[in-house]
């Protein structure tokens, strides 16, 4: 390789680390769940910062249900659907995630990254207009981007300016309004209600990425349109099966039957990428099936993100309000010094046995560092009060709390 080459990509590299923004992985000695062993450490950490929202991620339901996948339908597909990909699993699971979201039909995708990829450029074009919301999920601003239509970005979760790019784009032939259902670094739900009277006022599709929703948010776990009460007015739904649904990989848009087919004839992410493995695809239908046959796993999430939230309300922590399992603990009181501070809390709280990332600049505003905690259905009552106790003892000893 070209000598030039290599040391330019290392010099980045450095910079990156300069930077304090080079991401670490550290190996975790067995399976996902609130518990693990983090290699290089004694003890094992309480987890706290997964998508594992239902705690089925290591769930002997999903466990059991992958094997016989496995036993039945084999291991690998070697094709994409339309050539000799497409088991009667595939399609079951389709039909049954479709129910499950309120629509007519929905096409898989080896992650919700590619059906965010692939939905946008077959179904508008040039004469067409994209409204998105400034903070939308990285997999939409790509999509956005491999597709022709003109685009509109409003400022995050802004109503006023939604109709002022809504009124801009009424020229065009159709207007595709875009959103995070959930936005990842806040946890707060995007304001659908203001969003539907909008898109029907100046006649507009609603696309919602229910990625950090489905399976829990709302009375039944439907996701952000159950929680909001505006089913029926979300067009099209992207999402995927990597977080509450069991958390292996996989995705799915769901929408009109002319929706999906339009996507199963021109989807270059579903026309020229493999097929769901089957194991995958039968453990995402036990989790369905769990899920649609009680509310329980939500309920306890309900109730885990509940309690801490009011918890560490009360031990005197500024955190985002909300009711979402993401959890963002601010310092914006020590503001412009909030990162370092971020950074030193995240790292004592792993000495005491807690594991959550800190959050700060470039990755969000100065002043608004943080640290992300996501609960869990898995959580027990125990893990909890480990949690705030280590907060509260960090908090003290780094003066973010009185003493
Ligand atoms: C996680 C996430 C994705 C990506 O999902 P994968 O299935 O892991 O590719 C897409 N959109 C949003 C909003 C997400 O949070």
Known sequence: MDPSFREFLSSELDQIK??????????????????????????????????????????????????????????????????????ALHVELEKKVAAFLGMEDAILYAACFDANGGVFEPLIGKDDAIVTDQLNHASIIDGVRLCKAQRFVYAHADMADLEAKLKEAASARFRLLVTDGVFSMDGDIAPLPGICDLAERYRAVVLVDDSHATGFMGKTGRGTWEHHGVGGKVDIITTTFGKALGGALGGCTAGSKEVIGMLRQRSRPYLFSNSLAPAVVGATLRALELLTASTELRDRLELNTRTFRERMTAAGFEIRPGVHPIVPIMFSRFAPDDAPLAQRFARALLDEGIYVKGFFYPVVAKGLSRIRVQLSAAHQPAHIDRAVEAFTKVGKTLGVLGA
């Open 18 to 87: 300069e930077q304090g923004l080079f991401k670490e992985e550290w190996p975790i000695l067995g399976e996902q769940g609130p518990e693990i062993q983090v290699e290089g450490r004694a003890a094992p950490v309480l987890n706290f910062c997964a998508n594992n929202y239902l705690g089925l991620s290591g769930h002997p339901e999903l466990v059991a249900a992958a094997h016989r996948a496995l036993d039945e339908w084999g291991y690998g597909m070697s094709s994409v659907r339309f050539i000799c990909g497409t088991q």
